[in-house]
């Protein structure tokens, strides 16, 4: 039996105890998957694993507490899940996790670059470290490390990290590519170079705020500062400066939370680099706390906690 | 009136021509969003691909300067006087390079703000001092349905200008005076032939659509779906109830004010709302009668599809441009939630 048949038949056996399970069907075309929500055992027919299950579904768990759900994770996913056990935002009893190996997504971002506009889509297949697919009447097989979502090029953790049922073989996690991170590369600008590239970038952004609607770690939701009018935080008028505050409200309230899945970056209309961000926030918080999120169930926030003396941060006399 | 053949080289010119007089507004690649900024010239201009966002941040800005403000001198009875200016837009612009959808939008836009009841100073101050240059769809994506609103790939409702595409350029008609004189800008040559031609290609785009959706019940069943919570919780169990859908959509026209700046001077601001939002519908109470996201998408599929019909005679406020399908970080599908409707059945 292949993975998605195996996790299928867990998800079947399952479900009657459960009010959904989470996952994915085939959207509007083979490069759109779309989140399912199975109730019943035909439900779980439409289910698909592969490339373009990007969404991370731990973004529904939230607002789905005092509910028995089931969800199934990627790699990146469960860590999601994992950080949201460790704030007590969960419970666990309620929850029935899902695993899998993840081969890797695609990022449709990186695939317009290359290819433009991705109207016109045949058939879009992973075979082996490729990806074959037919656009615009034409053959391309591109190697999959061109196209898929940059996070999955330095993935070590492609298994779901916290799991009631496991389908199919484990992953081996990638070992990092030598040479310079995006992060790395892009802090060898100036300081007014690199204001220049996020003033260009935030003058995009349109505040739809879907970089906080599909980030699983953004929990106040409808209570969120960057829309309170008493007190009046933030401006809402949608210019670049004014975007970038929002941003890096955005950043800061995830310091040391975010696991990095990438969604936000992922669900930007217009393309800008967030991930940029939360990469140097994860780096300013992993050297100051040794810690990295989503991981540990029982671990305490950095930025929750206080210890007399950090381990890792030199205390002035 | 007369069609001309306008080389794709000649794009340049006439952009540059127009902008002598005119902000020309037209989509340019950022990023991997296609987005429409004012141009000088035609070099970076995206024409063959539907823009990312719509064109009606032209006339209907996401952030609209309503009036400044400064804090005035003390009056004799002890109260604080405010000194206010208002801050009228001014200026010719041109839309370059919309899509028939796009253009169509901004017609649903009049009926709410520029007609014969309601004239908002501001929308009309820029959409009667705006023109409209339109190219027709020779082949419309899978997520286009204008077929089923009304709309069609060749539709030149709204436009001054259709642009039909062929290889080498586009055969243009003008279909307004103001359309005439920008055409008259542009360097060219008779269509003849080509226009025949380019015409028919975009004639035929619509075969390429699939039929319409069935819409015929959907006002009806809305009705009866209204009070079914769990209809609408199921339908919008995966959106994440962002505001890509509104913000990118080019007949969503709902706004918010805010008073920006301090208590000594300031900004009366308009900037774009979306309904999907929490806040959208939260009262001064604390009471919100959209608490939960499925309440919020019924309100879009309804304003869209019911509620904006009833006000203006059977016209929807969906111009079938796909964005809301193609943006969605969830994918969630339009079509598929109004063809529930349609479909709908209480048990």
Known sequence: ?317 | MNNIFILRKDIDPWIKRMAEERTVFAPVHEGDAVVYRACDSGLRVELDTMPTTSPKEIVFPQNETLLTYTRGSGNEDGSVGVETTETLPSGKAVIFGTRPCGARGLLIFDQVYNNERIRDAYYAARRENTLTITIACNRPRPTCFCNSVGGAPDDSKGSDIMLYPLDDGFVAEALTSGGEELLALAPSSPAGEKAVKAKAKAGQAIETMGSPMDLSEVRKKFDLCFTDLAFWEKHSGKCLSCGICTYLCPTCYCFNITDEGSEEKGKRLRSWDNCMSFNFTAEASGHNPRSAKAMRLRNRIGHKFVYYPELHEDRLACCGCGRCITACPSSVDIRNIVKAVQEYSHE
């Open chain 1, 1 to 317: 039996m292949n993975v998605l048949e195996t996790m299928k038949k867990c998800i079947r056996e399952a479900l009657p105890d459960l009010d959904m399970v989470m996952g994915w069907e085939q959207g509007f075309d083979t490069l759109h998957a779309t989140p399912l929500f199975m109730e019943t055992a035909e439900d779980v027919d439409r289910l698909i694993l592969g490339p373009t299950c990007v969404q991370s579904l731990a973004v529904h768990l939230p607002s789905l507490k005092g509910k028995k759900i089931g969800v199934v994770v990627k790699g990146c996913d469960s860590r999601a899940v994992v950080q949201l056990l460790s704030e007590n935002l969960l419970n666990r009893e309620n929850l029935v996790i899902f695993g899998f190996g993840c081969d890797g997504v695609v990022s449709l971002s990186r695939l317009k670059k290359k290819l433009g506009a991705l109207d016109f889509i045949e058939s879009a297949e992973k075979k082996d470290d490729r990806l074959c697919i037919e656009i615009n009447g034409e053959q391309q097989d591109l190697p999959f490390d061109d196209i898929c979502a940059p996070k999955c090029l330095t993935c070590s953790r492609p298994n779901a990290i916290i799991s009631d049922h496991f389908a199919g073989p484990q992953r081996t996690p990638r070992i990092p590519a030598k040479g310079k991170t995006a992060l790395e590369k892009f802090e060898e600008k100036s300081l007014p170079e690199r204001f220049d590239f996020w003033k260009a970038q935030m003058q995009r952004c349109v505040r739809c705020y879907a970089c906080r609607d599909s980030c699983p770690m953004c929990v106040c939701r409808d209570h969120c500062v960057a829309v309170s009018r008493n007190p009046h935080f933030v401006s809402q008028e949608a210019t670049a400066s004014e975007n970038f505050m929002f941003q890096l409200i955005h950043v800061m309230h995830l310091a040391g939370r975010c696991v990095s899945c990438g969604e936000c970056e992922r669900a930007c209309p217009m393309d800008i680099p967030l991930g940029l961000l939360r990469a140097k926030s994860t780096e300013v918080t992993s050297a100051l706390f040794n810690q990295e999120a989503g991981l540990d169930q029982e671990a305490v926030l950095p930025l929750l906690s206080f210890n007399i003396e950090e381990e890792t941060i030199e205390e002035h006399d």
